[in-house]
């Protein structure tokens, strides 16, 4: 079975400062996608980033943007020029052949003005 | 378009009664995952449909079905509450269908049930 993990609980950081999140994963699957998800306090959540197994190239949305390591089967998640917003768990998340979206314990994130 | 919906929002129930949680996806939608988030499990899949069949499921005993009608809406439901049951159930839809893995799946506000 696969297992995400989040080794960091919490974190805090200054607003406009950049935090990176880590990851990592177990699978012995070629095919996969990695996603990030927010969810802010009392909020839905919502999808940050996706990135599939087989592109080598980072996604990157705006100010966010992750650090895949396919051998090191990690997924890092950088934020950049962090915001009060930004302030929110932050779940990563594996779905492989399965079909199952399988979770991360979570970190939260505070931003701190 | 409107968000997916989940009713009700909150819900206090017995232990040992039953409950029935529903959620409606986004229009166009057809598949509808549910999962069970829980400060000590964090969140967990319950189970998936599509088309008003189960495409998948999770490791949950079988008090905890759920059924998907034509119009795409579902209703999960749990008997026989137990304390443990306590949780916030998160609705999720996505377009499914072929090349489907990497579909976003959009989440739901969530049920917030309480088994006392």
């Known amino acids: 079975a696969q297992t995400v993990t989040q080794s960091q609980p919490e974190m805090s950081v200054q607003e406009a400062e950049t935090v990176t999140l880590s990851c990592t994963y177990d699978t012995s699957e070629n095919n996969y996608y990695l996603f990030w998800y927010k969810q802010p306090p009392s909020r839905q959540m919502i999808l940050v980033i996706r990135q599939e197994a087989y592109k080598q190239q980072n996604a990157t949305e705006n100010r966010f943007s992750v650090n895949f390591q396919k051998a090191a089967k990690s997924f890092s998640l950088k934020i950049s020029d962090s915001q009060l917003g930004d302030t929110a768990m932050y779940f990563c998340?594996?779905?492989?052949?399965?079909?199952?979206?399988?979770f991360g314990t979570g970190t939260r994130l505070t931003i701190i003005p | 378009k409107a968000g997916v919906t989940q009713t009700p929002r909150y819900l206090i129930k017995t232990r040992g009664q039953q409950v029935t949680l529903s959620c409606s996806p986004i229009s166009g939608h057809r598949s509808v995952s549910w999962y069970q988030q829980t400060p000590g499990q964090g969140l967990q899949f319950l189970f998936e449909y599509f088309s008003e069949t189960q495409r998948n499921k999770g490791n949950f005993p079988g008090r905890f079905s759920g059924r998907q009608f034509s119009n795409s809406r579902s209703e999960m439901n749990v008997s026989t509450l137990e304390l443990g049951d306590s949780a916030l159930y998160l609705c999720?839809?996505?377009?499914?269908?072929?090349?489907?893995?990497?579909?976003?799946?959009?989440f739901g506000p969530g049920t917030r049930l309480t088994v006392t």
């Open positions: 999720a839809s996505s377009l499914g269908g072929a090349g489907r893995l990497g579909y976003e799946q959009y």
């Open positions: 998340a594996f779905k492989g052949g399965n079909e199952k979206l399988t």
